[in-house]
Structures are given as C-alpha cells and as structure tokens.
C-alpha cells in the first residue's frame, strides 16, 4: 500500500503489531487446514487517583488514551481537570490516571452497567447526565469531504481488514483523516479519540467523528458531550439514536457506501457541493463490512 495512504494521520491503524493479532489454525468450510489472525482480548484495569473505576476488555493499544478517555467520557475528568500523571503497568494491566483535584465516585461506580451494543463497553446510568447543556457548534459539512473520507478510511490498511472482530472509530477534519483508532468495542475506540484529544488540547468544533459501528444512543450521545457536531458511519441507526441527535442538534449521516448515505439529523449542516454521479461505486476489493 502506498505511503501516501497515511499522508494525513497523526495516529494510523497498524495491523501488522505482534501483541494486537495471534495465528490460529484451524479448518475451513472444505475441511482443508487454514491459519488466520484473530484479534488478541486483555483486560485494563482503570483507576482514578486511588480509586478503581472499571475492567474494561481491550486490544491493549494505547491503554493510557483509553483510561483518559474513558473518564473524560463518563464525566468522572473534568474540562478543567489537571492531569499530573498517567501510569500504565503492562504487567499488571493498569492504568492510573492522578489529578489535582481529588476525587470520589462510589455512587456513581455502583450504577455502572452494561451497554446494549458491546458486551465489552460498559458506560453509567446516567449517561444522559449533561446533555441538556451541549451545544453544537453550526459548522458545515461538505459531502465532497464526507466522499472522500469514506475512500480513504474504506481503503486504509487496518486490523479489521487483517483480522476482522474489530470496530474502528476515525477523527477527522474537513476531507482529512486524523486518528485511526481500533477495538473490539466501539466505545473503546472512541474513548481513545477522546483521550487523544484532552491530552493533546485538540478541539471538537471542526472535526466528524467516523465509525464502523452502528449509531445508537450511546454513539451519538458521546459524540454530543465530545463536542463534535458531526457523526457518520458505514452502519445503520437506531430510532433512539436518531431521536437524540435530533434532540442536541448532532448531524446524524449512516449507510455511507460509495456514492450513497442517508442522513437523519442536522441535515441543515450539509453542503451538497458535488454530484453524487461523479463519485466512482465502491468495488468489492476495497468495499469494509460494518462491523457490528
């Protein structure tokens, strides 16, 4: 594959690292022996300051983005939080996150509970928490950008298309691809665009969130308390997602394949700058399945 595929990321899948993939052997439909990559599980341990928050199954990749990320997202970090440190023991499969301010969420941790779209993604009972204050920022959205987008990360050599069992969750800006993040549970994946952001100081009022999974209300409502007025995916919605996005005014853009999508919500974002008849259809060699 041509480097220029990775030309605009800061942070690119990389389906070839040894500890994200194992070889298994086994037999195919004809019975003949076949070897292929399956995706490796670990568990991650989060803390906050001295308090343990969640085990969460993970790849193992960027575990200190994940833990940032993870309590930005469940409202446990604040905007204003100072992170002093955070310390990821490999051994032990622990992430610490400190910070200034001390902090205690006993009840909050008492209500956690299991997600309705990944069996590894876990997020708290009131998730809804907050949502009433969000305000989007009225950016545009092109749909030359969203075309382009949807080439370059279909086409971008990933862990999904090595291995498969995998979400993947894409930071972008206008037309460009920025962080490429991967998971077994979608959540994971955008908990590390999440971590990425707060510890980089990078802003949500210009960027699309892109995933492979599908739009529920948990997708969409971290989307909304990230700031980011734009979410797109390959996949289908739900009726509760939908209703959300409506409710924050989030644009809500799904079955993105080739020269087609739908969009649900904040269709008074889009730009309709190019004629859907000059964009190519997508061919089966570089066509992803949505990973749901």
Known sequence: MPDDVFRDYLIAPDPSAPRLTRRVVGTDHTGAKTEIS???????????????????????????????????????????????????????????????????YEEKVKKKTRTSGCAVGTVFGDMMEGLDKVVLPATELRTSWLYALAHKINTTPSLYLEAGAIHGTVLCQEDRPLVYMEDVGRHNAVDKIAGWMFREGVGPKD????????????MVIKTALMGIPVLASRSGFTAWGVEIARQVGLTCIGRMRGKRFVCLAGEDRLVRDMDPDDVPEESRKSSRKSAE
Request: hydrophobic share 40%; charged share 25%; proline share 3%.
């Open 207 to 218: 960027k699309i969130l892109y995933t492979t999974g599908r739009l529920t209300s948990e």
């Open 38 to 104: 399956v995706v490796e599980e670990r568990p991650l341990t989060i803390y906050l300051n001295a308090q343990e928050i969640v085990t969460a199954m993970t790849i193992g990749d960027y575990p200190e983005y994940l833990a940032v990320g993870f309590l930005r997202n469940q409202g446990m970090l604040l905007a204003d939080d100072v992170v002093t440190r955070v310390e990821y023991d490999d051994d032990l499969e622990v992430v610490v996150v400190r910070t200034e301010r001390q902090t205690s």
